[in-house]
């Protein structure tokens, strides 16, 4: 299988408690590699357009609160099937409900603050990498 991109979150409950390397090793470790990678402070602008699908939902402020309450540093990862290894590494939402071995059983402070964030699907991969990258920033 050829190798494919994602995009990763690391949020501020995990860099204010500064994990970035952590997680990053843990992404590493999972076979994924970081060809590009950027500390912001997401604005509200960013956070409402970047979570925008969820703007009918009734956690959108909250997360859009939460999302610009500190730096995040946003990551584009490459590596065989990087969505689904990204995802698998990440864990379960609820980290009461991850799996041992994964970011958020091991960093998460709760099914909000879960420390980070991964594209769903290869589509969506696209999007958020376009979102805050542009093609020159990816160094891979």
């Known amino acids: 299988m050829a190798a494919t991109r ?6 501020p409950d995990a860099t204010r408690r500064n994990l970035t390397g952590a997680v990053t090793k843990m992404l590493e470790e999972a076979g994924l590699r970081v060809v590009a990678s950027k500390r912001i402070r997401m ?17 959108f402020n909250d997360l859009c ?23 698998t590494v990440m864990g379960a939402t609820n ?24 594209s769903d699907s290869d589509e969506n991969a696209k999007i958020e990498i376009d979102f805050f990258f542009k093609p020159e920033e990816i160094v891979g």
Do not use: C, W
Request: glycine letters at 8%.
């Open 65 to 87: 609160t939460f999302m610009t309450s500190g730096p995040v540093v946003v990551q584009v990862l490459e590596g065989e099937d990087a969505v689904t290894r990204n995802r």
């Open 95 to 118: 980290p009461a409900q991850a799996d041992e071995g994964t970011i958020r059983k091991a960093y998460a402070e709760s099914i909000e603050a879960n420390s980070v964030h991964g």
């Open 6 to 11: 994602t995009f990763s979150i690391i949020k």
């Open 43 to 59: 604005s509200r602008d960013q956070a409402e357009g970047f979570y925008a699908v969820h703007k009918e939902r009734p956690f």
